[in-house]
């Protein structure tokens, strides 16, 4: 690819990140297992490599990929979604403020609360739908801003433009847990934010099958040089075959992304027509409260959605038990469809609906899909 020109995201999911082995003119990057690398006779290491720890080509060319995919100028990968959230956090010092939506991933949250919260660090959760309680949440240790949007598990969705910008005139840093929405369907740097989060798992690896977190920044700035050395200094480094299994994925996102997309309009369309739901998150139907700001700043509306089905717990459990197509699993993005009953996910301290249900629509047909989903329901008080 030659520097510098701008190609679009399918092509950059394709190339972005690999290269065409010089030795033995493999398409297909070869699985970099060695833990170390020889020393120069001198003591360097001038072919870049020292220990996997702190680099790897693998991991290397996945982080290349992610910059690319995101428009940042840096990336780095984790071994999860949760340790890159934590390193990211591990930037703050005692006494910081982070302001975080009400709507928020419970791992995300329990980070804040149980983690960093012995360590001085404060957190406000607040309607982040709401700018003027993003506003009046800030306070002179505010250090970020983070957004989630589509929020997990009601799809809500937040002006990232705005709140990056509040977050600018504050002189704080906006980050965006772009997950569900996958580079694909939306730009958060773009926007405005100074980086963006990736449960790895999900989307981007598609297939259900490796654990896996990235940050991208808009800058490779301090604040990146302070996250690359929480990803050596701690280690929670994805292994070499991980790398390998998300950059296998990568070239297909653009493509899945529309299907799953696709499938997901219709199962909520079904839904919200059907007499035992009584309501319906997912932000590309048209009467969402979302569905404008979702319009702006999303190329497609995204393959997650929720419902709430009347009956409250027992009706959602029931329909859960009856699914055929649906796997009763946690986790989303995969090629297979999931469904779960998410506050008991969450335990006891959740705020979400007794009777709701998370989809990730996957890629199967969509009418087998509705037709899976219609038999359930019929167990439903």
Same mark, same amino acid.
């Given at each position: 690819?030659?520097?510098?020109?701008?190609?679009?995201?399918?092509?950059?999911?394709?190339?972005?990140?690999?290269?065409?082995?010089?030795?033995?003119?493999?398409? +297909?990057?070869?699985?970099?297992?060695?833990?170390? $690398? %020889? /020393?120069?006779?001198?003591?360097?290491?001038?072919?870049?490599?020292?220990?996997?720890?702190?680099?790897?080509?693998?991991?290397?060319?996945?982080?290349?990929?992610?910059?690319?995919? %995101?428009?940042?100028?840096?990336?780095?990968?984790?071994?999860?979604?949760?340790?890159?959230?934590?390193?990211?956090?591990?930037?703050?010092?005692?006494?910081?403020?982070?302001?975080?939506?009400?709507?928020?991933?419970?791992?995300?949250?329990?980070? *804040?609360?149980?983690?960093?919260?012995?360590?001085?660090? +404060?957190?406000?959760?607040?309607?982040?739908?709401?700018?003027?309680?993003?506003?009046?949440?800030?306070?002179?240790?505010?250090?970020?801003?983070?957004?989630?949007?589509?929020?997990?598990?009601? *799809?809500?969705?937040?002006?990232?433009?705005?709140?990056?910008?509040?977050?600018? !005139?504050?002189?704080?840093?906006?980050?965006?847990?772009?997950?569900?929405?996958?580079?694909?369907?939306?730009?958060?740097?773009?926007?405005?934010?100074?980086?963006?989060?990736?449960?790895?798992?999900?989307?981007?690896?598609?297939?259900?099958?490796?654990?896996?977190?990235?940050?991208?920044?808009?800058?490779?700035? %301090?604040?990146?040089?302070?996250?690359?050395?929480? !990803?050596? $200094?701690?280690? @929670?480094?994805?292994?070499?075959?991980?790398?390998? *299994?998300?950059? /296998?994925?990568?070239?297909?996102?653009?493509?899945?992304?529309?299907?799953?997309?696709?499938?997901?309009? &219709?199962?909520?369309?079904?839904?919200?027509?059907?007499?035992?739901?009584?309501?319906?998150?997912?932000?590309?139907?048209?009467?969402?409260?979302?569905?404008?700001?979702?319009? &702006?700043?999303?190329?497609?509306?995204?393959?997650?959605?929720?419902?709430?089905?009347?009956?409250?717990?027992?009706?959602?459990?029931?329909?859960?038990?009856?699914?055929?197509?649906?796997?009763?699993?946690?986790?989303?993005?995969?090629? %297979?469809?999931?469904?779960?009953?998410?506050?008991?996910?969450?335990?006891?301290?959740?705020?979400?609906?007794?009777?709701?249900?998370?989809?990730?629509?996957?890629?199967?047909? @969509?009418?087998? *899909?509705?037709?899976?989903?219609?038999?359930?329901?019929?167990?439903?008080?």
């Amino acid at each position: 690819m030659k520097p510098g020109k701008q190609y679009k995201i399918e092509t950059l999911a394709v190339h972005a990140g690999h290269a065409v082995d010089v030795g033995t003119g493999a398409v +297909t990057e070869a699985i970099h297992l060695s833990t170390t $690398f %020889e /020393r120069d006779a001198d003591g360097g290491y001038s072919r870049g490599f020292l220990y996997s720890r702190n680099h790897n080509p693998n991991r290397n060319g996945l982080e290349a990929a992610l910059a690319a995919l %995101e428009g940042g100028a840096a990336s780095a990968a984790f071994g999860s979604g949760l340790a890159a959230v934590t390193a990211i956090f591990q930037g703050l010092m005692p006494g910081d403020h982070v302001i975080a939506p009400v709507d928020i991933y419970h791992g995300t949250a329990n980070v *804040l609360k149980h983690l960093f919260a012995k360590w001085g660090v +404060t957190a406000s959760f607040v309607d982040m739908t709401n700018l003027d309680s993003v506003r009046q949440a800030l306070t002179p240790q505010t250090k970020i801003i983070w957004i989630e949007t589509p929020s997990n598990p009601l *799809l809500q969705c937040v002006d990232i433009t705005a709140i990056a910008e509040i977050a600018r !005139q504050h002189g704080a840093r906006a980050i965006a847990d772009n997950t569900f929405a996958s580079p694909v369907l939306q730009q958060p740097l773009a926007l405005g934010c100074d980086m963006v989060m990736h449960a790895t798992t999900k989307y981007l690896g598609g297939r259900s099958d490796v654990l896996g977190g990235a940050v991208v920044s808009r800058l490779d700035d %301090e604040h990146f040089a302070q996250l690359r050395t929480a !990803q050596l $200094f701690g280690g @929670a480094v994805p292994s070499p075959f991980d790398c390998w *299994l998300v950059m /296998r994925s990568l070239p297909t996102l653009p493509y899945r992304m529309q299907a799953h997309c696709a499938n997901a309009q &219709k199962v909520a369309e079904f839904l919200q027509q059907h007499e035992k739901v009584s309501v319906v998150h997912y932000p590309g139907l048209p009467d969402n409260a979302f569905h404008a700001i979702a319009s &702006k700043q999303m190329s497609g509306f995204g393959g997650m959605l929720s419902f709430e089905v009347k009956g409250g717990k027992d009706s959602a459990m029931a329909l859960a038990a009856h699914v055929e197509i649906f796997t009763r699993a946690t986790s989303l993005g995969g090629v %297979e469809s999931l469904i779960e009953h998410r506050a008991s996910i969450e335990g006891p301290e959740s705020k979400t609906p007794q009777g709701l249900l998370r989809v990730s629509v996957g890629l199967e047909n @969509a009418d087998d *899909l509705i037709d899976d989903l219609s038999s359930a329901l019929t167990h439903c008080s």
